[in-house]
C-alpha cells in the first residue's frame, strides 16, 4: 500500500462527504470531490461552503477542492492514494459505484466506505481478492473537522497490515482518534449512542419531566457536553435519528432492549410536522427573534423555555463527578428518579452489547468520549457508581473480554499533561519533565490570566534554570485569557502610573526571557491579550487549529502593552499594506477564530505549527522544542514613505462606517504612534508602557474594563 497517502477522491458530495472533502483540505490533502454530476457537486459544496459551524478553516482552501463528475471524471480515481465512497446510504448503489471503480484503481491504493449503518462485507461482495483485500469502512463522524472519532471497519477479508496502515494513517496523518470496531449494525457509536438518546426521550415522556430538566441533568452534571439529550436530538436531525433507528429495529432483531429505538410521542409529533430540528429551525427548541422556546412534552405546544429548578443539581455540581452521581442517584427528588432509570439502564445495556459490538471495554468507552464527547465512558461510569461486581478498569489496566486485566492502550502521540510528573511545584505554575531534557512549564492561574504573581514567578524561575528547551502551557480550560484586568483597573482607580510602568515592564522582560532560550509555547482554547504576548515572544507557537488567538486589547481600552503592539509592527515592516492590516487588528481588538485564520492575519509566523490533531498537542510541541533555537525575528527597520497617513485612512474609513468609535480612534492614534515613530523594538516597548496612563485615565476605558469583569463582553462607547 502506498506509504504516504496526499492525494484523495471522495465521492458522494453530500452532507459526510463534503464534510469529509472538507477537512483533509484543511490539513493539507489534495482532494478531488465527486457527485452524480457537474450540477450537483456544484450545488452540495456550496452548501459546505455556507454551513455553520463552518467546514473550512479559511473560506480559500475550499478553493483548493477539485469538483467533478462521476460520469465526466471518475478517471481521477487513477491517480488517487485513497478513495473514499460516502454516497447515499443504499447497498445497490455503493456495490454498484464499486464495480466501477475498482477497475479504474492503483495497486497500492485504500479504499474505504463511509456508512453509518450498513454491513461492510456485503458492499465489497462481487469484487476481487485485491479490491477485497484492501476495502474497510471508515466512519466519520460530523461534522469531521469538530469530531474526531473514526470508527475503522475491517471486512474478514481485509489484509490485517492494511488496517495497521491506515489506522497509524488516520491518527498520524488525518487528525483522527481510531477505534476498531466489528461489522455490526450501527458500529459501536451508533449502535450504542443512538439508543442512549431514545432512552433519554423516553424516560422524560414517562417521568413527565422537561426538556429542560433533562438536558440539565444529562449535560455537564453527567460530565457530558452542554447540548444535553434534547439540544443534541436537535443538532443530530429528527430524521437522522429515525433512518439510524429503523436500521437498527431491522437488523438487530434478537436484541431483547430493541423496543427502545420506538419512535415516542414527542419525536412522531416532530417528525409528522417536519421539525426535524437545527436543519429546518426548530425541533424541540425553537428560536423566535432573541426567545428560546421550548416543546412542552405533554400539551406538544412550543412555550418559553424555563429554567429547570433542580436543587440536587445545583447542590453538588461542585462535587467530583463519582460523589455527585452517587448523591444523586440516592436521592428521592426527579434527578435521582430519572438517573435510577436512565443512567443504570444505560450502563447495563452497554454490558450486554460490548462483547457483541466492540473488542474491549476500552474501545467501547473511548467511542463514547470521542464521538458523544462524552467525559467518561459507560464503564468508567459504572465503576464511578460501583455497579459491576469486578470493576473494569484497574491500576492502569482494562479488564479483557475474556477474563483478568490487560494494560490500556495508549501512545505517546497523544501524551497529556497529567502523562508528565511534577518535578516542582510553585503558587502559579508547576515544572514538569517532559523526558529527553524537555520541561514543561504549566501554569495554575484561573483561565490561565497573567496575574503579577505568575509573571514574577516564571521570571524568577527562567532567571535561575539552566538553558534546557521548554514547553509553557496551562492548566486552564485554554492557554489564557490575558493580562489580569484587575490589575489594571485598581491601577486606573489610584492613578498609581508608577506600579503600572513597573509590571509591565516585567510583562516584556519575561517575554525577553523566554526569547533567547528554545521555548515553544503549547496553545489551545483562547490564547488572548498578554497570554499570546508570552506565547509569541517564545522561539515558536504550536497551536491547535481551534485556537482562538488575538490582541483583543482595544475591546477593554488600552493597547498590547507586553510586547504585542511591537511584534505586529516588526514582523509587518516588509509591507505597508501590511503594516496598514496590523494596525486596524490592533485598533478593532480582533480575535481569529482559529490558528489558519491567526497565520493569515498575521498572529501566526510562518515557522509557527498549526496542530490539526486535537489531542497531539503536547507531543508536537515536545518535538518542535527539541530541534528548535531562540528565536530570530526579522530586523527592526525604520517606517518610511506613506505608512502613517494609510492607518489614517484606514482608521478614518472605519469610523466612517461605524465600525470605529470616537474612542476607538484615540487608542487607534497611539498604535499608530508606535507603527510609525518608533526606530527599534525597545523604543517600540517603551511606547507600548507610555500609552498606558493616557487610556487608563480615560473614564470609557474604565468602563470597558468594568463590564468586561461584570460580563465577560466588550463594551462598545
Given at each position: 500500500m502506498?506509504?504516504?497517502?496526499?492525494n484523495?477522491?471522495?465521492?458522494?458530495?453530500?452532507?459526510?462527504?463534503?464534510?469529509?472533502?472538507?477537512?483533509?483540505?484543511?490539513?493539507?490533502?489534495?482532494?478531488?470531490?465527486?457527485?452524480l454530476?457537474?450540477?450537483?457537486?456544484?450545488?452540495?459544496?456550496?452548501?459546505?461552503?455556507?454551513?455553520?459551524?463552518?467546514?473550512?478553516?479559511?473560506?480559500?482552501?475550499?478553493?483548493?477542492?477539485?469538483?467533478?463528475?462521476?460520469?465526466?471524471?471518475?478517471?481521477?480515481?487513477?491517480?488517487?492514494?485513497?478513495?473514499?465512497?460516502?454516497?447515499?446510504?443504499?447497498?445497490?448503489?455503493?456495490?454498484?459505484?464499486f464495480?466501477?471503480?475498482?477497475p479504474?484503481?492503483?495497486?497500492?491504493?485504500?479504499?474505504?466506505?463511509?456508512?453509518?449503518?450498513?454491513?461492510?462485507?456485503?458492499?465489497?461482495e462481487?469484487?476481487?481478492?485485491?479490491?477485497?483485500?484492501?476495502?474497510?469502512?471508515?466512519?466519520?463522524?460530523?461534522?469531521?473537522?469538530?469530531?474526531?472519532?473514526?470508527?475503522?471497519i475491517?471486512?474478514?477479508?481485509?489484509?490485517?497490515?492494511?488496517?495497521?496502515k491506515?489506522?497509524?494513517?488516520?491518527?498520524?496523518?488525518?487528525?483522527r482518534?481510531?477505534v476498531?470496531?466489528?461489522?455490526?449494525?450501527?458500529?459501536?457509536?451508533?449502535?450504542?449512542?443512538?439508543w442512549?438518546?431514545y432512552?433519554?426521550?423516553?424516560c422524560?415522556?414517562?417521568?413527565?419531566?422537561?426538556?429542560?430538566?433533562?438536558?440539565?441533568?444529562?449535560?455537564?452534571?453527567?460530565?457530558?457536553?452542554?447540548?444535553?439529550?434534547f439540544?443534541l436530538?436537535?443538532?443530530?436531525?429528527?430524521?437522522?435519528?429515525?433512518?439510524?433507528?429503523?436500521?437498527?429495529?431491522?437488523r438487530c432483531?434478537?436484541?431483547p432492549?430493541?423496543?427502545?429505538?420506538?419512535?415516542?410521542?414527542?419525536?412522531?409529533?416532530?417528525?409528522?410536522?417536519?421539525?426535524?430540528?437545527d436543519?429546518?429551525?426548530?425541533?424541540?427548541?425553537?428560536?423566535?427573534?432573541?426567545?428560546?422556546?421550548?416543546?412542552?412534552?405533554?400539551?406538544?405546544?412550543?412555550?418559553?423555555?424555563?429554567?429547570p429548578?433542580?436543587?440536587?443539581?445545583?447542590?453538588?455540581?461542585?462535587?467530583?463527578?463519582?460523589?455527585?452521581?452517587?448523591?444523586?442517584?440516592?436521592?428521592?427528588?426527579?434527578?435521582?428518579?430519572?438517573?435510577?432509570?436512565?443512567?443504570v439502564?444505560?450502563?447495563?445495556?452497554?454490558e450486554?452489547?460490548?462483547?457483541e459490538?466492540?473488542?474491549?471495554?476500552?474501545?467501547?468507552?473511548?467511542?463514547m468520549?470521542?464521538?458523544?464527547?462524552w467525559?467518561?465512558?459507560?464503564?468508567?461510569?459504572?465503576?464511578?457508581?460501583?455497579?459491576?461486581?469486578?470493576?473494569?478498569?484497574?491500576?492502569g489496566?482494562v479488564?479483557?473480554?475474556?477474563?483478568?486485566?490487560?494494560?490500556?492502550?495508549?501512545?505517546?502521540?497523544?501524551?497529556?499533561?497529567?502523562?508528565?510528573?511534577?518535578?516542582?511545584?510553585?503558587e502559579?505554575?508547576s515544572v514538569?519533565?517532559?523526558?529527553?531534557?524537555?520541561?514543561l512549564?504549566?501554569?495554575?492561574?484561573?483561565?490561565?490570566?497573567?496575574?503579577?504573581?505568575?509573571?514574577?514567578?516564571l521570571?524568577?524561575?527562567?532567571?535561575?534554570?539552566?538553558?534546557?528547551?521548554?514547553?509553557?502551557?496551562?492548566?486552564?480550560?485554554?492557554?489564557?485569557?490575558?493580562f489580569?484586568?484587575?490589575?489594571?483597573?485598581?491601577?486606573?482607580?489610584?492613578?498609581?502610573?508608577?506600579?503600572?510602568?513597573?509590571?509591565?515592564?516585567?510583562?516584556?522582560?519575561?517575554?525577553?526571557?523566554?526569547?533567547?532560550?528554545?521555548?515553544?509555547?503549547?496553545?489551545?482554547?483562547?490564547?488572548l491579550?498578554?497570554?499570546f504576548?508570552?506565547a509569541?515572544?517564545?522561539?515558536?507557537?504550536?497551536?491547535?487549529?481551534?485556537?482562538?488567538?488575538?490582541?483583543?486589547?482595544?475591546?477593554?481600552?488600552v493597547?498590547?502593552?507586553?510586547?504585542?503592539?511591537?511584534?505586529?509592527?516588526?514582523?509587518?515592516?516588509?509591507?505597508?499594506?501590511?503594516?496598514?492590516?496590523?494596525?486596524?487588528?490592533?485598533?478593532q481588538?480582533?480575535?481569529?477564530?482559529?490558528?489558519?485564520?491567526?497565520?493569515?492575519?498575521g498572529?501566526?509566523?510562518?515557522?509557527?505549527?498549526?496542530?490539526?490533531?486535537?489531542?497531539?498537542?503536547?507531543?508536537?510541541?515536545?518535538?518542535?522544542?527539541?530541534?528548535?533555537s531562540p528565536?530570530?525575528?526579522?530586523?527592526w527597520?525604520?517606517?518610511?514613505?506613506?505608512?502613517?497617513?494609510?492607518?489614517?485612512?484606514?482608521?478614518?474609513?472605519?469610523?466612517?462606517?461605524?465600525?470605529?468609535?470616537?474612542?476607538?480612534?484615540?487608542?487607534?492614534?497611539?498604535?499608530?504612534?508606535?507603527?510609525?515613530?518608533?526606530?527599534t523594538?525597545?523604543?517600540?516597548l517603551?511606547?507600548?508602557?507610555?500609552?498606558?496612563?493616557?487610556?487608563?485615565?480615560?473614564?470609557?476605558?474604565?468602563?470597558?474594563?468594568?463590564?468586561?469583569?461584570?460580563?465577560?463582553k466588550?463594551?462598545?462607547?
Open positions: 502506498v506509504t504516504n497517502p496526499r484523495v477522491v471522495v465521492i458522494g458530495a453530500g452532507t459526510m462527504g463534503s464534510g469529509i472533502a472538507a477537512h483533509l483540505a484543511n490539513i493539507g490533502f489534495e482532494v478531488s470531490l465527486l457527485d454530476t457537474e450540477d450537483s457537486v456544484k450545488a452540495s459544496f456550496e452548501k459546505a461552503r455556507r454551513s455553520k459551524p463552518p467546514h473550512f478553516y479559511v473560506a480559500d482552501t475550499a478553493e483548493t477542492v477539485r469538483l467533478g463528475s462521476i460520469q465526466d471524471n471518475l478517471d481521477w480515481v487513477s491517480a488517487a492514494d485513497w478513495v473514499c465512497e460516502a454516497i447515499v446510504e443504499k447497498l445497490d448503489a455503493k456495490r454498484d459505484l464495480a466501477m471503480i475498482e479504474r484503481l492503483r495497486s497500492d491504493a485504500y479504499v474505504s466506505t463511509n456508512t453509518s449503518g450498513l454491513q461492510i462485507s456485503l458492499l465489497c462481487g469484487r476481487s481478492e485485491e479490491f477485497r483485500r484492501k476495502f474497510l469502512g471508515t466512519h466519520f463522524f460530523n461534522p469531521p473537522r469538530y469530531l474526531k472519532l473514526l470508527e475503522l475491517p471486512t474478514p477479508d481485509t489484509d490485517p497490515s492494511v488496517v495497521d491506515m489506522t497509524r494513517f488516520l491518527e498520524s496523518e488525518c487528525a482518534r481510531v476498531l470496531a466489528k461489522d455490526t449494525p450501527g458500529f459501536i457509536a451508533n449502535r450504542y449512542g443512538m442512549c438518546m432512552l433519554a426521550t423516553n422524560a415522556e414517562k417521568l413527565g419531566l422537561t426538556i429542560e430538566e433533562v438536558d440539565a441533568i444529562t449535560g455537564p452534571f453527567l460530565g457530558r457536553p452542554r447540548t444535553g439529550s439540544r436530538n436537535d443538532l443530530v436531525g429528527l430524521d437522522i435519528m429515525e433512518d439510524i433507528s429503523h436500521n437498527l429495529m431491522d432483531v434478537n436484541d432492549h430493541r423496543e427502545i429505538l420506538q419512535a415516542q410521542r414527542s419525536l412522531t409529533y416532530l417528525k409528522e410536522k417536519g421539525w426535524i430540528g436543519k429546518v429551525g426548530q425541533g424541540y427548541y425553537r428560536r423566535e427573534g432573541k426567545e428560546l422556546m421550548s416543546l412542552d412534552l405533554t400539551g406538544l405546544g412550543y412555550r418559553m423555555r424555563q429554567e429548578n433542580l436543587p440536587t443539581l445545583d447542590n453538588n455540581a461542585r462535587l467530583p463527578l463519582a460523589d455527585r452521581l452517587k448523591v444523586a442517584l440516592d436521592s428521592r427528588c426527579e434527578v435521582g428518579e430519572f438517573l435510577r432509570a436512565y443512567l439502564k444505560s450502563l447495563q445495556y452497554a450486554y452489547l460490548a462483547t459490538i466492540s473488542h474491549s471495554y476500552d474501545d467501547f468507552d473511548n467511542v468520549k470521542w464521538g458523544f464527547g467525559g467518561h465512558g459507560p464503564f468508567e461510569l459504572a465503576d464511578m457508581i460501583g455497579l459491576p461486581q469486578e470493576p473494569y478498569y484497574k491500576d489496566s479488564r479483557s473480554f475474556s477474563g483478568g486485566f490487560v494494560s490500556k492502550k495508549g501512545s505517546t502521540d497523544f501524551a497529556t499533561l497529567a502523562d508528565f510528573p511534577v518535578i516542582k511545584s510553585f502559579t505554575f514538569r519533565d517532559m523526558g529527553d531534557g524537555v520541561i512549564l504549566s501554569t495554575k492561574t484561573k483561565m490561565g490570566v497573567l496575574t503579577i504573581s505568575l509573571v514574577h514567578e521570571s524568577d524561575y527562567l532567571s535561575s534554570c539552566p538553558q534546557q528547551p521548554l514547553v509553557l502551557t496551562s492548566e486552564a480550560k485554554g492557554f489564557s485569557a490575558g489580569d484586568l484587575e490589575f489594571l483597573l485598581a491601577r486606573a482607580h489610584d492613578k498609581d502610573w508608577e506600579t503600572l510602568d513597573r509590571e509591565l515592564n516585567s510583562l516584556q522582560q519575561l517575554g525577553h526571557m523566554l526569547s533567547v532560550r528554545p521555548s515553544v509555547a503549547a496553545v489551545y482554547g483562547f490564547c491579550g498578554g497570554g504576548e508570552v509569541t515572544s517564545c522561539s515558536k507557537v504550536v497551536a491547535l487549529a481551534e485556537s482562538q488567538i488575538g490582541l483583543p486589547e482595544a475591546k477593554v481600552g493597547i498590547p502593552g507586553g510586547g504585542g503592539t511591537a511584534h505586529l509592527r516588526q514582523r509587518n515592516i516588509h509591507s505597508a499594506k501590511a503594516m496598514v492590516e496590523a494596525a486596524r487588528c490592533l485598533a481588538g480582533f480575535v481569529s477564530s482559529n490558528a489558519d485564520e491567526a497565520r493569515k492575519v498572529y501566526l509566523r510562518r515557522k509557527d505549527v498549526t496542530v490539526y490533531h486535537p489531542d497531539m498537542l503536547l507531543s508536537r510541541a515536545k518535538s518542535v522544542a527539541m530541534s528548535t528565536k530570530n525575528e526579522e530586523e527597520t525604520k517606517s518610511v514613505g506613506p505608512v502613517g497617513g494609510m492607518i489614517e485612512q484606514c482608521f478614518g474609513d472605519l469610523q466612517k462606517a461605524g465600525e470605529m468609535t470616537e474612542h476607538d480612534h484615540q487608542i487607534g492614534q497611539h498604535i499608530r504612534h508606535i507603527f510609525v515613530k518608533a526606530d523594538f525597545e523604543e517600540a517603551e511606547k507600548e508602557r507610555a500609552a498606558f496612563p493616557a487610556l487608563l485615565a480615560n473614564g470609557l476605558t474604565v468602563s470597558r474594563i468594568k463590564h468586561m469583569i461584570d460580563t465577560g466588550p463594551l462598545k462607547n
